[in-house]
């Protein structure tokens, strides 16, 4: 047990210190422009359709949920609200979140780890070339653009999925789902929810390159290293959510 604890606290420290190494090495030119935009294409090309398609369910299922509680409760006019704030807020981050981290932080990792065991990172660190400027800066960059990229398509598209299964599906006034979350809802909503994919569009990248950094075993190695990552991954956005919303709903004032 103690091996375990040990353990732990020792992969928690390496991957706040690469997390470390990525800042400092932000500012170094130069920039590797050519590598950020290959990998931002490549996740974006990777995400963006399960992206939207998983959007539309999401929206839908929340619509659908708030919409039977508000009309049990006489609540109606707050459907559009309610809804809207639940994708802004919470869902568009985390499903942009665990799609970036399931597909492209995987990719992230199986090229890294696939790279560690031919020894290229070895050989880039003979050469006096840092792996964390060359590999891993343009990584977890372009994981946090293309991740607040698609949380602005899964807002965009979760809220007119929950706006079509409140209106047609459950019967709902146009007007009065509109008029609900234009008055209860704020820029702010879409700040936070642009702000947290940003935070776990980091996460991901950062965890990604870690495991992949320190993947070992051959083949095998690298395949355990990617599951890793996402289980890792997964967890991490979960707390990290939830200390972002606390904070939150402490400095903005919420509209009544």
């Not at 309610?82 to 869902?91: K, Q």
Request: aromatic share 8%.
């Amino acid at each position: 047990m103690a091996a375990l604890g040990t353990g732990v606290l020792r992969q928690s420290g390496s991957l706040f210190a690469l997390g470390l190494d990525v800042l400092r090495a932000l500012p170094r030119r130069p920039f590797q422009v050519k590598e950020f935009i290959q990998q931002a294409w490549f996740i974006a090309s990777v995400t963006i359709l399960p992206t939207a398609l998983v959007s539309i369910p999401f929206g839908a299922v929340i619509a659908l949920q708030l919409g039977t509680l508000t009309r049990q409760l006489g609540a109606q006019s707050y459907t559009g609200a309610a809804s809207v704030l639940a994708v802004l807020r919470e869902a568009s981050p985390i499903v942009t979140a665990l799609l970036i981290a399931g597909a492209g932080g995987s990719a992230i990792c199986a090229d890294l780890g696939s790279r560690k065991i031919r020894e290229e990172i070895d050989a880039m660190e003979v050469l006096g070339i840092s792996p964390i400027h060359r590999l891993v800066v343009p990584r977890v960059l372009a994981s946090m653009l293309v991740a607040v990229l698609l949380n602005g398509l899964v807002s965009v598209v979760g809220v007119i999925g929950g706006y079509f299964f409140n209106v047609i599906v459950q019967g709902g006034t146009p007007g009065a789902y509109i008029a609900s979350f234009t008055a209860l809802a704020q820029l702010p909503d879409l700040w936070a929810g642009e702000f947290k994919a940003l935070v776990f569009g980091a996460i991901a990248g950062i965890v990604a390159a870690h495991k992949g950094l320190t993947a070992g075993g051959g083949p095998k190695g690298v395949g355990d290293a990617v599951n890793q990552s996402v289980v890792i991954t997964f967890m991490l956005l979960f707390v990290v959510n939830f200390v972002i919303t606390a904070v939150y709903f402490q400095v903005v004032p919420q509209k009544l």
